[in-house]
Nanobody, 118 residues
Framework: QVQLVESGGGLVQPGGSLRLSCAAS????????MGWYRQAPGKERELVAT?????VYADSVKGRFTISRDNAKNTVYLQMNSLKPEDTAVYYC??????????????WGQGTQVTVSS
């Protein structure tokens, strides 16, 4: 059993910052990639950033968001600066990993709400 637990969402004013964390736990053999996605009301879920050997960012967040990963803790972070109202969404953590029985699968966290509003 594998779980992803997110934390760090909340309400912030435009121009402010938030830091999201996501910790993977359970029967994990190896994590190949971790990332963040978001879904705004009425819209499809979209990629925000991923980190494997390299990092990938959505154009809309380049220069404002930074993804990082602590392999020893199976944790991924998303530092979000210069937040805009259009960043408002539920943010989901994702991990591509091999479980302890070498089964490969994609896992999702439960989501954390980020609201950017004055």
């Amino acid at each position: 059993q594998v779980q992803l637990v997110e934390s760090g969402g909340g309400l912030v004013q435009p121009g402010g910052s938030l830091r999201l964390s996501c910790a993977a736990s359970g029967s994990i053999f190896s994590i190949t990639a971790m990332g963040w996605y978001r879904q705004a009301p009425g819209k499809e879920r979209e990629l925000v950033a991923t980190v494997a050997g390299s990092t990938v960012y959505a154009d809309s967040v380049k220069g404002r968001f930074t993804i990082s990963r602590d392999n020893a803790k199976n944790t991924v972070y998303l530092q979000m600066n210069s937040l805009k109202p259009e960043d408002t969404a539920v943010y989901y953590c994702n991990a591509d990993l091999y479980s302890s029985n070498f089964h490969f699968a994609h896992y999702w966290g439960q989501g954390t709400q980020v609201t950017v509003s004055s």
